[in-house]
């Protein structure tokens, strides 16, 4: 719907931390994205996201790493090597990956190594826009950039005034 459009980074990051145990909306991270101006934009609909501008871009905010709890990881331009990927697999590092030409963003959460009866690389990737995860083969995954958040890491939580109902009305 027109509320979720551009908002896959927001949920590739919130899925992230939800991964390691933390509850961080996506109107949390648009917020800390975009707040701060007037009302009508604090939440940026309408408005894609990067996940590190800093990091990839140039300039901006470092969403991502804020919403891990400022701890930074690793991030690049590019398509990372499949060795590398099985190495941030087996510490437990899902990884938000950036697609199709800059345009969406998912979270890359398992691999297959080749095997005699299935001699390709794929990764198991999940897709925020259609709800749904399902395996790719990696050499044919058109990946611009990729974000791995440290091993272990406690990202932040949604605080408890978000939702607090401090005058009773329900709202």
């Known amino acids: 719907n027109p509320h979720g459009d551009w908002y896959c980074t927001r949920a590739s990051i919130s899925m992230i931390a939800d991964f390691y145990g933390s509850k961080l909306s996506q109107d949390r991270i648009s917020y800390q994205a975009y707040g701060g101006g007037a009302s009508e934009g604090d939440l940026g609909h309408g408005v894609g996201l990067w996940p590190n501008q800093p990091c990839t871009q140039g300039g901006g905010q470092n969403v991502m790493w804020w919403a891990m709890n400022n701890s930074a990881g690793v991030c690049a331009r590019g398509k990372p090597t499949f060795a590398q990927v099985k190495i941030w697999i087996d510490a437990g590092r899902p990884a938000l990956f950036v697609e199709n030409g800059d345009t969406h963003s998912v979270v890359m959460a398992?691999?297959?190594?080749?095997?005699?009866?299935?001699?390709?690389?794929?990764?198991?990737?999940?897709?925020?826009?259609?709800?749904?995860?399902?395996?790719?083969?990696?050499?044919?995954?058109?990946?611009?950039?990729?974000?791995?958040?440290?091993?272990?890491?406690?990202?932040r939580v949604d605080e408890a005034s978000l939702s607090a109902d401090a005058d009773g009305d329900g709202i």
């Open 110 to 155: 398992g691999y297959i190594e080749p095997h005699w009866f299935l001699p390709w690389q794929f990764v198991y990737r999940v897709d925020p826009w259609t709800n749904s995860g399902g395996w790719v083969e990696y050499n044919s995954w058109n990946v611009s950039e990729y974000h791995v958040p440290p091993a272990g890491v406690t990202p």
